[in-house]
């Protein structure tokens, strides 16, 4: 695990206090990455953008809206926003839908049901569409987990803006300053600082080549992170959970 000596890494002080913990979803929950980006790339293809492995890892974290605006500027494309994400959408959710390996990340569970146990609040917080959040979310059996799931169409700017987590940090009732992110891509944790949240970088090889430096701490693996629970300064509190509407 890395720290982050520049943030003072999450910090044990009275005004560091750990009130609630919202987890990014794909590359966080499940490994579901490398799926969105066989699925990325035969839609790129289809639309005849040339795509590096370099460019596409820039796009995690981002919504689908924003990735496929950026390719439509950056290579030159004729075709309408409109049309290329319905288009991608469509096979996004169908593939998802009928894949037979969605399962939740090693040991993800016993941390989230640790975290009730302790009555801390947790959220998703997902630049993926709601129903594909939903999809996932029901695939997988982490659902019964989650009364709060925030997406990145509710926001005005997905991430690497801090909208989508100040308003999960407004939902679930915590002070931004007491609440903690799981991410896995620079786009995410760019977006939990922004929001003046800690953050605690997943390494998930399954995400791409992504710039984790700016988190408080670093994890390949939430049995990394177990490791470290009696440490980290976590008090439960008991905020109003209102459901997503």
Same mark, same amino acid.
């Given at each position: 695990?890395?720290?982050?000596?520049?943030f003072?890494?999450?910090?044990a002080?009275d005004?560091a206090i750990i009130?609630?913990?919202?987890f990014?979803m794909?590359g966080v929950?499940?490994d579901?990455?490398p799926?969105?980006?066989?699925? =990325?790339?035969?839609?790129?293809? &289809?639309?005849g953008? *040339? +795509?590096?492995d370099?460019?596409h #890892?820039?796009y995690?974290g981002?919504?689908?809206e924003?990735m496929?605006?950026?390719v439509?500027?950056?290579?030159q494309?004729?075709?309408s926003? =409109?049309?290329?994400?319905a288009? &991608?959408q469509?096979? *996004? +959710?169908?593939t998802?839908l009928? #894949?037979?390996n969605l399962?939740?990340?090693?040991?993800?569970e016993?941390?989230?049901?640790?975290?009730?146990?302790?009555h801390?609040?947790?959220?998703?917080?997902s630049?993926s569409?709601?129903a594909?959040?939903?999809?996932i979310?029901d695939?997988t059996?982490?659902?019964?987990?989650?009364?709060?799931r925030m997406t990145?169409?509710e926001v005005?700017?997905?991430?690497?803006?801090?909208d989508i987590?100040?308003?999960t940090?407004?939902?679930?009732?915590?002070?931004?300053?007491?609440?903690?992110?799981?991410e896995d891509s620079?786009n995410?944790v760019?977006a939990?600082?922004s929001a003046?949240?800690?953050?605690?970088?997943?390494?998930n090889?399954?995400?791409?080549n992504?710039d984790?430096?700016k988190a408080?701490?670093q994890?390949?693996?939430?049995?990394?992170?177990?490791?470290?629970?009696?440490?980290?300064?976590f008090?439960a509190?008991s905020?109003?959970?209102?459901?997503?509407?």
């Amino acid at each position: 695990m890395v720290a982050n000596q520049e943030f003072g890494g999450l910090g044990a002080t009275d005004d560091a206090i750990i009130q609630a913990v919202i987890f990014d979803m794909d590359g966080v929950l499940i490994d579901s990455e490398p799926i969105y980006f066989e699925i =990325e790339r035969s839609s790129f293809a &289809h639309f005849g953008a *040339v +795509m590096t492995d370099e460019e596409h #890892h820039t796009y995690v974290g981002v919504t689908l809206e924003s990735m496929w605006q950026q390719v439509l500027d950056k290579h030159q494309l004729t075709v309408s926003l =409109e049309e290329v994400f319905a288009y &991608h959408q469509h096979n *996004v +959710m169908q593939t998802m839908l009928a #894949h037979a390996n969605l399962t939740a990340m090693p040991s993800v569970e016993r941390w989230l049901s640790w975290l009730h146990e302790q009555h801390i609040p947790i959220a998703v917080a997902s630049s993926s569409p709601r129903a594909l959040i939903d999809l996932i979310m029901d695939k997988t059996g982490l659902g019964r987990y989650f009364e709060v799931r925030m997406t990145g169409e509710e926001v005005t700017n997905g991430k690497p803006a801090p909208d989508i987590f100040l308003t999960t940090a407004e939902m679930i009732g915590a002070s931004p300053s007491n609440c903690l992110v799981i991410e896995d891509s620079r786009n995410g944790v760019q977006a939990a600082k922004s929001a003046g949240m800690r953050c605690i970088g997943y390494r998930n090889p399954g995400s791409g080549n992504q710039d984790l430096s700016k988190a408080d701490l670093q994890i390949s693996s939430y049995d990394e992170l177990w490791t470290l629970k009696d440490t980290l300064p976590f008090e439960a509190s008991s905020p109003s959970l209102a459901k997503l509407r």
